[in-house]
């Protein structure tokens, strides 16, 4: 069966879900009554922020000869998303395909993520087929755009493909290419003497309400049928082929599923953790698994609290149901003092973070309480596993000496501390020259490191540093929108851990510690970092019968503070003459009624109070 598997890369909104339309309108998959913008997002999320948050496959039939797609060649199509947080679904789809087009808006050139998928794709040694979008815009470069192509790919410019996706015009040339340069599935060296033998990778996977787990499957050997006994190897699961087929881009149901193909295998399993992204779906339990997926890294942390504590078990099935359709997302049983039970959840970034927040509360009902984001720092420790640090369940051992720890409430007391080292990322940026200046001083003031400047023409650069993750996770790539007046775009990688000094900055309320507003900072922006939580705190907490006093410590030193003054009740409003000290007996009653209140009175913290902190 003649066969083509490819996928679409590109920096955010450079048009790679308008392409997609085009090319199912071009091959006939859907009649135009079915058609619709953006097709291939699913998510009313994806289509309210104009982003790809999942990806896609959807399979067409194209006929090079008579430009249709009667008759023609088989074609799997993966849409990818194309912001950096969602790189690992990038990956999954880099790994079921032989090439992919790389897509670049003619008017915006070649841009930080642009780069970072591209690299990935080489990784995979995909064949790339340029690609220039948008030549229908009056602000349109295509010369210049395809000079920084050809310095990027070493392609000649007659391989470059200039397009208007919007208008649907040149995509057939496009559909010609990728069936002339872009191979045939690569056949595997059967890893079983028998005929029968058959394998394939699972690159994602949906939980199914009436059907179970849904598996999609790039088959790589043999083939697959309904009723046929297929093994898990990874969770060592056997299943039940209910129902098998192609997208188009939905479920369309086929009897058999060929060597090369893409599509989904709905296994009834009712258990979500026995469907993993990665895994091989092979006929028999004694053959060898398919290389799978890097394990994710999770970049940020939060905890995550159901508002009400009778939604935990309905939390936890939710995060359960989620994780198997985003294999990126990581979470375990974490216990507050002040919020109950909750998890303490791994993210890519904070834009993935947002994202699975939403989808929790759109898809699952659930209302959350979120804390403050951090990233996961290595602890060395002054004395082997003191007894505190033994006691928290969160940390992990890796060496006799070293904690990992992604939450400040489990910091370890300073004394028990010799190094604290947080993770670095190299950091890439495509701005104009002109924002150069800018740049490099948002950096700096970000402790980044600078470490080279090359142009991709005359009026853009792309700098490279190397900066802390955690002054990047949280309002950086605002921050370079705006310095760079929206030209600007950054991508990033992590380059591992280096020591610095950081510290723990508590925020107390009323003289007691709320964890759940902890944070670990560098020590040499511990005070800016608490006066503006301090300021923002009181801008939101509401006020009481008495004063509350808001501080940011380190340790036993106040580093800022701010505070909430009380309600205050005129008690000698009904005097009317007398001596002065009438007056002075019924403040003193209040002010001693105030401070037995003080004593007892408790402070509520609300989600608006930690989004402060998030949104410092």
Same mark, same amino acid.
């Not at 505190?388 to 890796?398: A, G, Q, Y």
């Not at 003289?511 to 709320?514: F, T």
């Given at each position: 069966m003649d066969i083509r598997n490819f996928c679409i890369i590109a920096h955010i909104d450079h048009g790679k879900s308008t392409l997609a339309d085009r090319m199912i309108e071009a091959t006939g998959t859907l009649q135009k009554r079915e058609m619709k913008e953006q097709l291939l997002d699913m998510m009313d999320l994806e289509r309210e922020r104009g982003i790809t948050?999942?990806?896609t496959p959807v399979r067409m039939q194209w006929n090079p000869s008579t430009h249709s797609g009667q008759g023609g060649v088989q074609l799997n199509l993966i849409d990818t998303p194309g912001h950096t947080d969602f790189r690992y679904?990038? &990956?999954r789809s880099l790994a079921a395909c032989e090439g992919a087009i790389l897509? /670049?808006?003619a008017s915006q050139g070649i841009q930080a993520q642009t780069l970072a998928v591209l690299t990935m794709a080489l990784e995979h040694d995909l064949v790339i087929i340029p690609v220039l979008n948008k030549i229908d815009l009056p602000a349109a470069d295509t010369e210049r755009v395809s000079d920084e192509v050809v310095k990027l790919l070493g392609c000649g410019r007659e391989e470059i493909f200039r397009i208007s996706a919007k208008e649907g015009r040149g995509v057939s040339e496009v559909l010609d290419a990728v069936i002339a340069r872009i191979p045939e599935p690569r056949k595997v060296a059967s890893a079983s003497a028998s005929s029968s033998s058959a394998r394939a990778l699972i690159f994602d996977a949906v939980m199914d309400t009436y059907r179970g787990a849904v598996a999609y499957v790039r088959v790589v050997e043999g083939e697959f049928r309904k009723g046929d006994r297929v093994h898990l190897l990874g969770t060592k699961t056997p299943v039940e082929v209910l129902d098998l087929g192609h997208f188009a881009p939905k479920y369309v149901s086929d009897p058999v599923l060929h060597e090369g193909e893409i599509g989904y295998i709905v296994t009834g399993s009712k258990d979500v953790t026995s469907v993993r992204t990665g895994d091989t779906a092979a006929s028999s339990p004694t053959m060898m698994p398919l290389p799978g997926y890097k394990e994710v890294q999770p970049m940020v942390f939060a905890g995550l609290y159901p508002s009400a504590a009778d939604d935990y078990p309905q939390l936890r099935e939710a995060l359960e149901k989620l994780a198997l359709n985003d294999a990126a997302l990581s979470f375990e049983p974490e216990r507050n003092a002040a919020l109950g039970n909750g998890f303490r959840c791994g993210f890519l970034g904070l834009l993935h973070m947002d994202i699975v927040q939403e989808r929790l509360e759109r898809e699952h009902n659930c209302d959350l309480v979120i804390t403050a984001p951090s990233v996961l720092y290595e602890v060395q420790l002054a004395v082997k596993r003191p007894a %505190?640090? /033994?006691? &928290? &369940?969160?940390?992990?051992?890796?060496e006799p000496d070293t904690a990992r720890i992604s939450n400040p409430a489990d910091f370890p007391d300073p004394s028990c501390i010799r190094?604290?080292? %947080?993770?670095?990322?190299?950091?890439e940026v495509v701005c104009r020259a002109q924002d150069i200046g800018a740049v490099m001083t948002l950096v700096g003031d970000r402790r980044g490191i600078y470490l080279s400047l090359e142009y991709l023409d005359a009026d853009r650069a792309l700098l490279h540093f190397e900066v802390p993750l955690q002054a990047i996770v949280l309002d950086f790539f605002d921050l370079l929108k705006s310095a760079t007046s929206g030209y600007g775009s950054m991508s990033y990688e992590t380059i591992g851990y280096r020591a610095g000094e950081l510290v723990k900055l508590q925020i107390l309320l009323l003289? %007691? &510690?709320?964890d759940a507003l902890s944070t670990i900072v560098h020590s040499s922006e511990a005070h800016s970092v608490g006066a503006i939580i301090c300021r923002k705190l009181k801008e939101v907490i509401p006020k009481e019968q008495f004063q509350i006093p808001i501080q940011a410590a380190i340790g036993a030193k106040i580093v800022a503070r701010e505070t909430v003054p009380a309600y205050r009740k005129d008690v000698t409003g009904y005097l009317y003459g007398g001596d002065v000290t009438r007056k002075r007996k019924l403040l003193e009653k209040q002010k001693k009624g105030k401070k037995r209140m003080k004593k007892m009175g408790r402070v509520t913290l609300t989600q608006e109070a930690f989004l402060s902190v998030l949104k410092r």
């Open positions: 948050i999942k990806l679904e990038v &990956s897509l /670049v808006d %505190e640090v /033994v006691r &928290s &369940s969160l940390l992990k051992i890796d190094e604290v080292r %947080e993770p670095w990322v190299r950091l003289g %007691e &510690s709320a």
